[in-house]
C-alpha cells in the first residue's frame, strides 16, 4: 500500500510565492496539493509541469484578493474533473488507486538487481577459491534527492551490509551526493602538512634552489591534486579555489613571493602551468586515451 503524507505549506514571503510552490513540488512530487487562494496574487495565470491547475480566483478584477477559495493541483497522471454543484461552489473529483505491488517500488527492484548481481559474484568468486570480507564490505547510495527516501537492504552471505555515507576507494573519498567535500579537505589537510615540511628546506639562507623546490612541490603536492582529477574537479567553485590556494603557497615558497603577489606572475616566475588549466589537460588526455580504444566501457556509457 502506499503512504500518502499531508504536508502544510506556509509562505515565506521572501521570495515569490509560485517560486516557493514549484521548489516544494519539484523536491516532494506530490500527488495532489491544495493552496489557499488568498496567498497568491489573484488573476495572475500559474503554470506548473505535469500538473493539472484547478482555481476559482481567475475571474477576479486585478489587484483583488480571493477569500477562501482553493487553488488545487493534480497530478496528470490522476484522473480529475470538475464537478459543478448546485450552490456557487465547485468540486474536484480524482480518481487513483494507492494499491501497489512490491515491483512498482523503483528501490525495491533496484534493491532486487543487485542482491542478484552481488550474488552472482560471491558464487563466482567461491567457486574460484576466493571470499569477500563482509567486515571491509560497504554499501554506498548515490543520490542527490533532498527528500526522505528508502534505500534498499543488501545482503553478503546472509549478512546485511552497512550503509554509509561516503566511502574511500582507490585513494579517493566517494560522498553519497557527489559533492566531493570530504575528498578535498582531505587533499588539502595532507598538502598542508607537506608544504610545512617544505618551507623548512626552503630557507633562504641555507636552504635549496628554486629548481629543485620547484621539482619536490610537483613530486608530492602536484601530484596528490592531479591524482583523481578527472572526476573531483566538477566540485563547486568555492572547493576548487580553495585547491588553488593550495598551490599558489607551494608556488610562493619556490619563488619566495609575497602574499599580495600576483597569481599570474607567480605562474611566471615559477615556469608552471596554472592549475586549472592542468587539470584541463589532464582531462583532454584522458579523454583521447580512452577514444583509442572503442571497445573501452567507458565510450558505451
Excluded at 577459491?129 to 547510495?141: A, D, E, I, P, Q
Excluded at 554509509?164 to 588539502?188: M, P, R, V, Y
Excluded at 596528490?224 to 573531483?232: H, K, S
Excluded at 592542468?278 to 573501452?296: D, I, M, S, T
Amino acid at each position: 500500500m502506499a503512504t500518502e503524507k499531508i504536508l502544510q505549506w506556509n509562505a515565506r514571503g521572501i521570495k515569490n510565492k509560485y517560486d516557493e510552490i514549484r521548489q516544494m513540488v519539484g523536491d516532494i512530487e506530490p500527488i495532489i496539493v491544495a493552496i489557499q487562494e488568498s496567498k497568491l496574487q489573484s488573476g495572475e495565470r500559474f503554470i506548473m509541469k505535469n500538473y493539472q491547475i484547478f482555481r476559482n480566483d481567475l475571474a477576479l478584477e486585478p489587484g483583488q484578493r480571493s477569500h477562501g477559495g482553493v487553488l488545487v493541483m493534480v497530478r496528470n497522471d490522476v484522473h480529475a474533473k470538475t464537478i459543478p454543484l448546485n450552490t456557487s461552489l465547485q468540486a474536484i473529483a480524482c480518481n487513483r488507486s494507492i494499491a501497489r505491488f512490491p515491483g512498482d517500488n523503483p528501490y525495491h527492484q533496484l534493491g532486487e538487481t543487485l542482491q542478484n548481481d552481488i550474488n552472482k559474484v560471491t558464487e563466482e568468486a567461491e567457486s574460484r577459491g576466493f571470499t569477500f570480507s563482509g567486515m571491509k564490505t560497504r554499501c554506498l547510495h548515490f543520490c542527490r534527492l533532498r527528500h526522505k527516501h528508502e534505500v534498499p537492504t543488501l545482503y553478503l552471505n546472509e549478512t546485511p551490509i552497512p550503509n554509509t555515507q561516503e566511502i574511500k576507494f582507490l585513494g579517493i573519498i566517494l560522498d553519497s551526493k557527489l559533492t566531493w567535500a570530504k575528498h578535498i579537505n582531505h587533499l588539502i589537510t595532507k598538502c598542508k602538512i607537506i608544504i610545512n615540511r617544505i618551507r623548512v628546506i626552503g630557507s633562504y639562507t641555507w636552504g635549496a634552489d628554486r629548481e629543485t623546490l620547484s621539482k619536490v612541490i610537483n613530486a608530492f603536492i602536484g601530484s596528490r591534486l592531479q591524482y583523481g582529477a578527472e572526476v573531483y574537479t566538477n566540485a563547486s567553485k568555492t572547493y576548487m579555489n580553495k585547491i588553488e590556494s593550495v598551490w599558489n603557497s607551494a608556488l610562493r615558497i619556490v619563488t619566495g613571493a609575497f602574499r599580495t603577489s600576483p597569481i599570474p606572475s607567480l605562474n611566471v616566475e615559477s615556469n608552471s602551468l596554472p592549475l586549472r588549466l592542468r587539470f584541463e589537460q589532464q582531462k583532454f588526455k584522458h579523454g583521447v586515451k580512452r577514444c583509442a580504444k572503442p571497445n573501452h566501457f567507458l565510450i558505451t556509457l
